[in-house]
């Protein structure tokens, strides 16, 4: 049985009723479920929302397209953005290469039973979806306060049930990649901050510090008050999901939680004008904006804000009297791509293979914002090779001959689909290797990077002083990149690493942005008044 219903005005499809069944006890009747039931359910959910996204996501993108204020480089964004669904919808690749860490939050009536137990019911469905698919396992066990292992399976994962009224399950199942976790901030303020005035100038400057590491056009949260900083935090994930787009949009005298339209608007705006756009310069730095006001202690004002990128995972489940309902996410995101082109500047070409001198001169003939094409010779390394590196320096070691002769690009694979060379295989931010970046280019390496996001003052320094480069990869099309882009991969170093081992790869017509160049120019700080490239 596979039909939609509509629930809540949010489209779902039924997965069975195996593993339902009614009990009469006493005067009470109760809804039994099987914990197989639970996990099933739970595997179905992140084998979609690892694939697939919500058609209304997809249609901001596609407004993207058809707004003729969007820039050129806001435009190229979407439609890559747009063409990286097409390919994950497919099920082979998933839509980002951080598959995420697995977050499960919802409502047990108190009148529906688990045979079995809740919690490990979803950790078995996690593990399995996990196992079964090309995902990536993210999860570090701390074994000692300094040394990590990766737990192979995914788990653990967060898992916060509420007790509630009814006889339903409601589930809320989210992969939540590192680049966007890493952009939820907590902010202890004062009553003061609710002035108009003073509002309004603390969002334009924080929001300026999300940077595009986080794969934007975002769905941006913002969560005003809260009884503690947990709830606070709590409630900005929620937001960011628009899972709370249905609260009250005013205050009352018992302290309900609303939304407040008129400040969404506000702030969309400001992001509008930042010119930051949809990674590259342009309008679209956000999809939208959700603005929620929580009750507070009086001595105490907490502020959150977070995001949704690109990979904007989520997904309802239910389980009722009615069987195992799951939201019907979008199978056809082709019918969101335009029928031609967005126009835009002709890529330069950088032939990867040739001398890394030859290269840096290719690249110190273009202005920042060109957008490139690069065919030859990756190297790949982010973290904890990085973390090696430093500690070969510190010991007077020599660096791998690799880091001087090719470009380095900062990721980590999910795994392989059979028949392919590559699994999706997107950029990592790029600020996590900042600190790194001086010392290994005094040393003549890394003199070409390629990431995602925003780089340190110290970075775009360390480029002019030691004739290196940065371009910029666009964030959220991993899937684009893992079928079509690259051609071979390689374990060269590292190989206990994982996916964090360091890999070469050879890439055919790679796409980027030169973001910073060996003269002190960075694309992310030029000069007010000039013109975004596009």
């Given at each position: 049985m596979n039909h939609m219903v509509q629930l809540a005005d949010?489209?779902?499809?039924?997965?069975?009723?195996d593993g339902v069944t009614e009990v009469q006890l006493g005067d009470e009747r109760f809804l039994r479920v099987s914990a197989e039931a639970i996990?099933?359910?739970?595997?179905?959910?992140?084998?979609?929302?690892?694939?697939?996204?919500?058609?209304?996501?997809?249609?901001?993108?596609?407004?993207?397209?058809?707004?003729?204020?969007?820039?050129?480089?806001?435009?190229?964004?979407?439609?890559?953005?747009?063409?990286?669904?097409?390919?994950?919808?497919?099920?082979?690749?998933?839509?980002?290469?951080?598959?995420?860490?697995a977050i499960v939050t919802g409502k047990k009536g108190q009148n529906l039973l688990v045979e079995g137990e809740l919690h490990q019911a979803l950790?078995?469905?996690?593990?399995?979806?996990?196992?079964?698919?090309?995902?990536?396992?993210?999860?570090?066990?701390?074994?000692?306060?300094?040394?990590?292992?990766?737990?192979?399976?995914?788990?653990?994962?967060?898992?916060?049930?509420?007790?509630?009224?009814?006889?339903?399950?409601?589930?809320?199942?989210?992969?939540?990649?590192?680049?966007?976790?890493?952009?939820t901030f907590l902010f202890q303020q004062t009553r003061r901050l609710l002035e108009p005035e003073h509002l309004l100038e603390f969002f334009d400057e924080r929001i300026r510090t999300l940077g595009t590491t986080a794969c934007p056009p975002?769905?941006?949260?913002?969560?005003?008050?809260?009884?503690?900083?947990?709830?606070?935090?709590?409630?900005?994930?929620?937001?960011?999901?628009?899972?709370?787009?249905?609260?009250?949009?005013?205050?009352?005298?018992?302290?309900?939680?609303?939304?407040?339209?008129?400040?969404?608007?506000?702030?969309?705006?400001?992001?509008?004008?930042?010119?930051?756009?949809?990674?590259?310069?342009?309008?679209?730095?956000?999809?939208?904006?959700?603005?929620?006001r929580l009750p507070r202690h009086g001595g105490s004002l907490p502020v959150g804000m977070g995001v949704s990128c690109s990979a904007d995972?989520?997904?309802?489940?239910?389980?009722?009297?009615?069987?195992l309902w799951l939201e019907a996410l979008e199978r056809d995101p082709a019918r969101f791509l335009?029928?031609?082109?967005?126009?835009?500047a002709a890529p330069a070409r950088i032939d990867l293979d040739q001398p890394m001198d030859a290269i840096c001169a290719a690249l110190s003939e273009l202005t920042v914002g060109t957008p490139v094409l690069m065919s030859g010779t990756m190297i790949v390394a982010r973290d904890l090779v990085h973390a090696e590196l430093a500690r070969l320096m510190r010991e007077g070691k020599p660096l791998p001959g690799y880091l001087r002769d090719h470009p380095v690009y900062y990721a980590g694979p999910a795994r392989t689909p059979q028949g392919h060379a590559?699994?999706?295989?997107?950029?990592?931010?790029?600020?996590?290797?900042?600190?790194?970046?001086?010392?290994?280019?005094?040393?003549?390496?890394?003199?070409?990077?390629?990431?995602?996001?925003?780089?340190?003052?110290?970075?775009?320094?360390?480029?002019k002083r030691h004739g290196g480069f940065y371009l910029g990869s666009v964030g959220g099309a991993a899937a684009v990149l893992g079928r079509d882009v690259i051609k071979s991969v390689e374990v060269l170093d590292f190989a206990e690493f994982g996916m964090e081992a360091v890999w070469r790869i050879r890439v055919e017509d790679f796409p980027a942005f030169l973001v910073t160049d060996d003269k002190g120019n960075d694309f992310f700080t030029r000069k007010p008044g000039l013109t975004p490239p596009g």
């Open positions: 949010i489209p779902f499809r039924h997965l069975g009723t996990r099933r359910l739970t595997v179905a959910a992140f084998g979609d929302v690892s694939h697939l996204l919500r058609p209304g996501h997809l249609a901001q993108l596609r407004a993207i397209l058809d707004d003729p204020e969007a820039s050129q480089n806001d435009h190229y964004v979407a439609l890559e953005l747009i063409k990286n669904a097409v390919i994950a919808a497919e099920r082979e690749f998933p839509s980002c290469q951080d598959t995420g860490t950790c078995d469905g996690i593990r399995d979806t996990w196992q079964s698919r090309n995902l990536r396992f993210s999860q570090m066990a701390p074994l000692t306060m300094y040394e990590e292992k990766n737990t192979g399976t995914n788990l653990p994962a967060q898992i916060d049930i509420e007790a509630v009224g009814g006889d339903a399950l409601e589930l809320l199942f989210m992969a939540k990649g590192g680049g966007s976790a890493n952009k975002y769905h941006l949260a913002i969560v005003i008050g809260g009884l503690s900083a947990e709830q606070c935090l709590k409630t900005v994930k929620l937001a960011s999901a628009r899972e709370l787009d249905g609260l009250p949009t005013s205050g009352s005298p018992d302290g309900r939680a609303f939304r407040d339209l008129e400040l969404e608007g506000q702030i969309l705006g400001l992001t509008r004008a930042m010119g930051l756009g949809a990674q590259f310069g342009g309008k679209y730095f956000c999809h939208d904006v959700r603005v929620i995972r989520q997904i309802r489940g239910r389980i009722d009297r009615d069987g335009p029928e031609g082109g967005t126009g835009g590559s699994g999706s295989f997107g950029p990592t931010t790029a600020a996590r290797m900042d600190p790194y970046v001086p010392e290994l280019q005094a040393q003549g390496a890394s003199r070409v990077m390629i990431a995602k996001g925003n780089r340190a003052p110290e970075v775009v320094a360390s480029c």
